[in-house]
């Protein structure tokens, strides 16, 4: 007979593959493009006749339906602009489409052209919101299928998920900076309903008492973990954390801790000292006092929990649970895997579940910082509503480059915007540097928890990929993603946030999780040009507080009309 613990280690969050109905803590609705991902792709189709469904749509579809997940269709048609069809022969062809693929809750279409400077036009985020809005839910609870880029940036945009299914038409560019990529629709709803499993509650739950988690890594990486450790916090009396130096100051600003214990892991730390037998016996006697009555141990996708587990064993825990791909033989209780790409704060969270603790009811899958714990405001930021700018990072390749980061000051001062420059103790040089273009500068005069304050009262912070990206993510702050391609977006980037991605994510660099650039002269964001910065803030909806200088820039979509909504059958 197997034992329990055997039971527990082959244990995946997943859902019942029997049935795809299941409450969703992630998701509400889902977002789809018309042409290219639901029906064959026919320019300026104003007839019914022509309506081809792609393979397996109308089964995905309802897959979808029979979650219990809402549907719109949002859509670019700018041949009514063109006056290449009519309102009365879009109808039609809306209908013939619910005809073949079944009803959807909302329609949302954009009836401009490309130079109409609308909101919603794609990739304009005024029709992602708007579908949230009629299916009664907000655009971070919504994933957005599609098969071009601008799908994609009105999705990021609103802060909804995206999911690409490209075709032979999708740009090269447009795929390598798309979130996720799959090869068509029923791989997209695949990919959705498994996302949904992943994060959802265990069937039974019982209270627990006292439960170590442990999170050793940079303050970013502590951040995404923090919806996993307040679902250990909604099911246990009190919550430990095993954090590392570089992760305590984030620690400290996370909801769901009663304790915690800064010690440094050899076996995580980018620059680890050499292993010392006496601090290792030290740190299990540590462990031993917490009185654990089991313990969780939160990685990221390349690091292995079984040194710390066996560490665990020593200390007397009963139960471990940790993601792990090698085999933990008797380390671990609980073995879980997650599929890769998995965004860091779902993985997590999927860890959480596998070991049975879930979300309060009232919890959202997202970040969170204490706001009893944020500190005043440094003085000579001004009023709320300015833009952070955050050129540095520990790490080299996510940095953004400092002539770059100077001439979007410069940009954005003669634009209107009021810049803040924001840096550690050891950046002082790079940020004096970067605000003489215009901006204010408060390198070094900031810890973490001064910088969050700062960025809570920012319209937007424009950033690398580093820690102050989660920070703004954790406080709804929208972020102007300059993302060296090293490291998965999908994974990394900044969630369930209003987002822009800028920088070549087919750079040579991809993939590499490089610390220092492996291509001479930063190509992968060097190549950013400011103005893009600049149309990527109004395509946010972040204003200018001042008058535009004589040197701004003209950049992104003026603001026009607002989103048009038009039925496809008549509702």
């Known amino acids: 007979m197997r034992r329990d613990h055997e039971r527990d280690q082959c244990r995946s969050a997943r859902v019942d593959p029997g049935s795809d109905r299941f409450p969703s803590a992630l998701f509400d609705a889902v977002l789809l493009d018309r042409d290219g991902t639901l029906v064959e792709d026919v320019p300026y189709n104003g007839d019914p006749e022509k309506v081809r469904p792609l393979p397996g749509v109308r089964e995905a579809l309802d897959r979808l339906r029979g979650a219990g997940l809402r549907l719109a269709v949002v859509t670019n048609q700018s041949g009514l602009a063109r006056g290449l069809f009519t309102h009365d022969e879009l109808r039609r062809v809306n209908a013939r489409v619910e005809e073949l693929l079944g009803p959807f809750d909302a329609w949302q279409i954009c009836p401009h052209g490309e130079r109409d400077g609308c909101g919603c036009r794609k990739p304009a985020p005024g029709l992602v919101r708007a579908a949230a809005r009629a299916l009664g839910t907000s655009p971070i609870r919504c994933v957005m299928v599609g098969d071009i880029g601008a799908d994609m940036e009105a999705a990021a945009a609103a802060g909804a998920a995206g999911i690409m299914v490209p075709t032979p038409a999708t740009r090269p560019a447009e795929v390598a900076a798309a979130p996720t990529v799959v090869e068509d629709l029923p791989a997209a709803v695949a990919r959705i309903l498994d996302r949904i499993g992943l994060v959802s509650p265990p069937a039974s739950q019982r209270r627990r008492g006292t439960v170590l988690v442990v999170r050793s890594d940079a303050a970013g990486d502590v951040l995404v973990t923090g919806p996993g450790i307040r679902a250990v916090a909604a099911g246990a009396d009190r919550v430990v954390l095993l954090c590392g130096p570089r992760g305590r100051a984030a620690a400290d600003l996370l909801p769901g801790i009663d304790g915690l214990i800064e010690w440094p892991l050899p076996w995580i730390d980018g620059n680890p000292a050499p292993v010392d037998p006496d601090d290792i016996r030290h740190l299990t006697t540590r ?4 009185g654990a009555d089991e313990a969780v141990i939160f990685t990221s996708f390349h690091q292995s929990p079984l040194p710390l587990a066996l560490l665990l064993r020593m200390a007397g825990v009963p139960r471990i649970s940790a993601i792990s791909d090698d085999y933990p033989g008797a380390l671990l209780d609980v073995r879980h895997r997650v599929p890769v790409g998995v965004p860091e704060p779902e993985r997590a969270l999927s860890l959480a579940a596998a070991a049975g603790f879930a979300l309060a009811p009232d919890d959202e899958p997202g970040l969170r910082l204490r706001d009893d714990r944020l500190p005043a405001t440094p003085a000579g930021t001004g009023e709320p509503g300015y833009v952070v700018l955050h050129p540095g990072s520990s790490v080299e390749t996510r940095a953004c480059p400092p002539e770059l980061a100077t001439r979007i000051v410069r940009v954005l001062h003669a634009a209107g915007y009021r810049v803040v420059v924001t840096g550690g103790p050891d950046e002082r040089e790079l940020t004096a540097r970067v605000a003489a ?18 960025i809570a009262r920012a319209g937007a912070l424009v950033v690398g990929n580093t820690g102050p990206a989660h920070l703004a993510a954790a406080l709804g702050v929208p972020v102007v993603s300059l993302f060296a391609p090293t490291v998965p977006f999908g994974q990394w980037g900044p969630y369930r946030v209003p987002t822009v991605r800028l920088g070549d994510a087919g750079a040579p660099c991809r993939d590499t999780r490089a610390t220092r650039c492996p291509v001479p002269g930063h190509p992968c964001l060097s190549a950013v040009e400011p103005g893009r910065v600049l149309a990527a803030l109004r395509l946010l909806g ?13 950049a992104g979509p003026p603001r026009g009309p607002a989103v048009t909504a038009t039925g496809g059958v008549a509702r």
């Open 542 to 554: 972040v204003p200018a507080d001042a008058p535009a200088g004589p040197e701004a820039v003209v």
């Open 287 to 290: 462990l031993a006092q917490v």
């Open 437 to 454: 273009a215009g901006g204010i500068d408060l390198g070094g005069r900031t810890g973490l928890g001064e910088l969050a304050a700062i």
